[in-house]
């Protein structure tokens, strides 16, 4: 199955900042997937990142709040932007290979 | 919407001991899996299961996906073991979206 290296692995970062979050895979994949978990909650999908065309967005989500790129088959950035302490979590992409494949995660703490 | 609900929500075991994790899912799943979720947050992947059952060393994974339920066995139970398990299942249709169970919180005590 595909390996995904995700960086940063944490960061605690200023409220009204931005941060980029990099995932790179070692196979051409056709989706990426973004996910979200609340402290102590379950994964939310953010959106889904395909190559070529903009990404789709999951209600409750939006794309001036998480804009993601997708410049090639094996390589996605989703940004938090304008970051507020609600936006604390752990951020995870995903790819379909073998079932599903995480990255490790970005630990994201807003102060 | 879809709901994939796990119990129980909490569990404490002591070193040794067994347990089953339990996983219903409101409707056909064709992508089924159990992930361990570790301290550090990191998600390894358990079992890639849509149907049948699977075993891999102390941890083994039944799903009967005509009765929406999938369950998942851990015997003879280590520290290492703690931490959140979660189930995900794929829903039919041009969506490849995967939609995460509430999760089950496995302590074990030494």
């Known amino acids: 199955s595909a390996v995904i290296s995700q960086k940063p692995s944490r960061d605690i970062c200023q409220r009204g900042t931005s941060l980029t979050i990099q995932c790179q895979v070692d196979s051409q994949v056709t989706m990426m997937f973004w996910y979200r978990q609340q402290p102590g909650q379950s994964l939310t999908l953010i959106a889904t990142?395909?190559?070529?065309?903009?990404?789709?967005?999951e209600s409750g989500f939006v794309i001036d709040k998480f804009p993601i790129s997708r410049p090639n088959l094996t390589f996605s950035t989703l940004t938090v932007s304008n970051m507020s302490p609600e936006d604390s979590s752990i951020y995870l992409c995903?790819?379909?290979?073998?079932?599903?494949?995480f990255g490790s995660g970005t630990r994201l703490t807003v102060v | 919407g879809i709901q994939v609900e796990q119990s129980p929500p909490d569990l404490i075991l002591q070193e040794g001991a067994n347990s089953t994790l339990r996983c219903n899912f409101s409707?056909?799943?064709?992508?089924l899996q159990w992930f361990h979720q570790n301290p550090w947050g990191q998600l390894i992947n358990l079992f890639y299961?849509?149907?049948g059952t699977k075993q891999n060393g102390r941890l083994s994974a039944t799903t009967v996906a005509t009765e929406r339920y999938s369950l998942l066995y851990i015997s003879s139970s280590q520290t290492t073991d703690s931490g959140v398990y979660f189930c995900a299942g794929r829903y039919g249709g041009a969506t490849n979206k995967l939609i995460f169970g509430t999760g089950t919180l496995l302590a074990v005590q030494p």
């Open positions: 409707d056909s799943v064709n992508n």
């Open positions: 299961i849509p149907s």
């Open positions: 995903s790819v379909q290979s073998d079932g599903y494949t």
């Open positions: 990142a395909n190559q070529g065309s903009e990404a789709t967005y």
